[in-house]
Structure formats: structure tokens, C-alpha cells
């Protein structure tokens, strides 16, 4: 394991950016403050002011940690090579994290749709986003292409607009699961429903 000041920083501030998912799992993200996060983390505020001037700079940083345990996640149910992996089981893991299914996938779900709502008044926060959310859509496609190729998913079928349209479809349903207009249960029901119509 790194050490030294450097591997110091990068622990404390994933430290502090866990303490932003605890908190937002317990209480939401309303409850998300210097001082909140600061008592969560067992650090005093401008610890947490040190590495993180701002509340969007706390948001930012439980939107990255969430994003790398999510991954982490994929990988556990996958195998460490995804593209090793068969690419269906890879589609459906991939697009099922984006549903909620526990109080961590929850915390992250709602991080990052307020990060995304972030984005719609900060450029650069929009254009960060079109950068991840490119290569989202870039390995969704990247796996219709591979079941295409092998037979499994008709030549008609375009994936980068697939892709698209699935990413978009498994991040609406779960808006809606986050403000209870369905639960999770039938938006992960709506989401393996198109992934078999790819495979008809």
C-alpha cells in the first residue's frame, strides 16, 4: 500500500467522500454539510473545508467514489477482464447498477442525479459529463456490437443509438424509483425487458 503524504491525501479524501455516501444513505443529501460530513468522517470542518471548499466540491467527490464502487461492484459479478466477459451478463450488470437495489446504490444514485442537475446550471460540470457518458455509451455499444457479431443480436439493431436509448431508459426509471413514483422492482423488471428485446 502506497504511502507518504500523497498516499495520506488521496486516503483522507476518500475518507471524507465515504462519509457524504453514509450520510446521504442515513439522512439524504439535504442533510450533506461541512459540518455533517465532518462529524461522519471523525474530522474537524476545516479538515473537511481543506480538501473540500464547497458543498458541490463534497458532491463531486461522493460522485467519483460512488462511480469507482460501482465499478468494483461490476467487476465482482463479472470477472476482473469485462471483455472476457460474455457481454450480455456485462450489459445487464452494467445497466442494472444504474437502477437502486440497496441503501449504497441508492446513496449513489442520488449523488450522481444531482451532480447531473448540477451540470444543467456549470459548462464545466456538463462537459465532464458528456465525457463519462460518452464512454458509457461507447462500452454499451461496444457489447451489442460483440453479441451482433456472434449472431445473438440482429445487424438492423444500430448500438450507439441502442446504447443510448438503454442508458436513458435505466437512469429515468431511476428518478423514479428515487422519488417513489415506481419501485425498484418493477423499473429493473423494465430494464431486462429491453435488454431481451435486443436478444428476439
Do not use: C, W
Not at 24 to 29: F, H, I, K, Q, S
Not at 32 to 39: N, P, Q, Y
Not at 128 to 133: A, M, P
Amino acid at each position: 500500500m502506497g504511502r507518504g503524504p500523497g498516499a495520506q491525501h488521496v486516503r483522507r479524501r476518500g475518507e471524507i467522500a465515504d462519509a457524504v455516501l453514509a450520510i446521504v444513505t442515513d439522512r439524504g443529501l439535504a442533510a450533506v454539510s461541512l459540518t455533517e460530513v465532518a462529524a461522519q468522517a471523525g474530522v474537524s470542518p476545516g479538515r473537511v473545508q481543506h480538501y473540500f471548499p464547497a458543498k458541490r466540491q463534497l458532491i463531486e467527490a461522493a460522485f467519483e467514489r460512488g462511480n469507482d464502487l460501482s465499478s468494483a461492484r461490476i467487476r465482482a459479478k463479472t470477472g476482473a477482464d469485462l471483455e472476457a466477459a460474455e457481454p450480455r451478463l456485462v450489459l445487464t450488470t452494467v445497466l442494472g447498477e444504474l437502477i437502486p437495489y440497496d441503501a449504497a446504490t441508492e446513496a449513489h444514485m442520488r449523488v450522481r442525479q444531482s451532480f447531473q442537475a448540477i451540470a444543467f446550471a456549470e459548462e464545466a460540470i456538463a462537459a465532464r459529463l458528456r465525457v463519462l457518458y460518452a464512454g458509457l455509451h461507447h462500452q454499451i455499444a461496444g457489447l451489442i456490437a460483440r453479441d451482433q457479431q456472434a449472431g445473438r443480436i440482429p445487424a438492423a439493431v444500430d448500438p450507439q443509438g441502442t446504447a443510448l436509448t438503454l442508458v436513458a431508459l435505466a437512469e429515468g426509471l431511476a428518478a423514479y424509483v428515487l422519488t417513489g413514483v415506481t419501485p425498484a422492482t418493477t423499473a429493473r423488471e423494465q430494464v431486462l425487458a429491453a435488454i431481451a428485446a435486443l436478444y428476439r
